[in-house]
């Protein structure tokens, strides 16, 4: 005989529709099933959570955070952890577009006051009444990572720029516009920078892992003025020819930018400012990182956390330097 639980969900909207080929509508009925079971019932320490465990660098800067604000920021960052997971954590683009889809629509009931009942959804919800922030910069974000299933490799620079600029600068944006301080074009400007300098060097300590998927993060343009072979990088690692030549560039770059942002707040960051900021700490620690293991990315000695991370942070603050 079947058990209960199992006939119930024979007979399921969400069962139905899949055999009517309804995608969409499962994973719609998907989420909100999950929300309903026990996932709402504390949105702030489910969204506390998923960055500890995710992120654990952006968990400690949340401590930097005003109290009042801290919940919101985590809220954010839980949205942009979600969305920057999407394309590894499903079996094919089909997928990854309908979670997008899904972000779409609860931005949407968000900008209405009607967050659908997802634990992060209803967290950006309270963040975004309680700032009075827009959705703009989250639909940007949405928008660039959406395009990121389709194309996940970049042959410029330039392109590669232009999605951190979208995704990880857009995101200091929003923090910058969560401590009411958008209206500094200094700050945003910094912020422009250290975005790219933070998506690059993202993409560098994550080489490793997409070389062993078969995706070659570092634009083409860089990999072919260095003779790299993609195929060979795959195989070999940190073994092929030219690839630690062509992780220098990508890493120059990083810096590049790096140096910028902090040359535009010039000797210290206002106070307010501080916690967006606090973002360069963990950048200039792995470039400084990657630098001392000869910009060797698949170097064992990078793929920990680094026991100088919350001692820098915290040093970093205080001082208002970066």
């Not at 969400?14 to 709402?40: P, Q, W």
């Not at 400012?273 to 700490?281: D, G, I, Q, S």
């Not at 400084?288 to 919350?310: K, Y």
């Amino acid at each position: 005989m079947l058990r209960p639980t199992f006939r119930r969900l024979l007979n399921s909207p969400s069962t139905k529709a899949l055999f009517r080929g309804d995608a969409l509508a499962v994973h719609r009925r998907y989420m909100a099933t999950n929300a309903e079971e026990g996932g709402i019932q504390d949105p702030a320490t489910y969204c506390s959570d998923l960055v500890r465990k995710r992120d654990y660098e952006s968990f400690l800067i949340s401590q930097f955070w005003p109290r009042d604000l801290r919940e919101h920021f985590i809220a954010l960052r839980a949205f942009y952890v979600e969305l920057a997971s999407v394309q590894e954590s499903v079996s094919n683009i089909t997928l990854g577009k309908m979670r997008m889809q899904f972000w779409r629509d609860a931005l949407k009931g968000i900008a209405d006051g009607r967050p659908p009942r997802h634990p992060i959804a209803l967290a950006l919800g309270r963040a975004c009444q309680a700032a009075n922030l827009q959705t703009y910069h989250l639909k940007r974000i949405v928008d660039a990572r959406d395009a990121e299933l389709d194309t996940p490799a970049h042959m410029t620079l330039d392109s590669l720029t232009s999605h951190a600029e979208s995704t990880s600068s857009t995101f200091l944006y929003l923090q910058l516009s969560l401590l009411s301080l958008s209206a500094s074009s200094t700050l945003s400007h910094a912020a422009s920078h250290l975005g790219v300098a933070q998506g690059i060097t993202t993409l560098l300590r994550a080489l490793p892992y997409h070389a062993s998927q078969g995706r070659m993060v570092i634009p083409a343009e860089i990999t072919a003025r260095h003779g790299v072979s993609q195929e060979e990088v795959f195989r070999k690692g940190g073994q092929a020819k030219g690839i630690e030549d062509a992780v220098f560039e990508f890493a120059t770059v990083a810096n590049d930018n790096l140096q910028t942002s902090l040359e535009m707040l010039k000797t210290e960051v206002p106070g307010r400012a501080r916690p967006v900021f606090l973002n360069a700490v963990p950048t200039r620690l792995y470039l400084e990182r990657l630098e001392a293991a000869n910009f060797d990315a698949f170097n064992p000695s990078l793929h920990g956390r680094g026991w100088q991370l919350p001692w820098r942070i915290w040093s970093s603050y205080y001082r208002g330097r970066f």
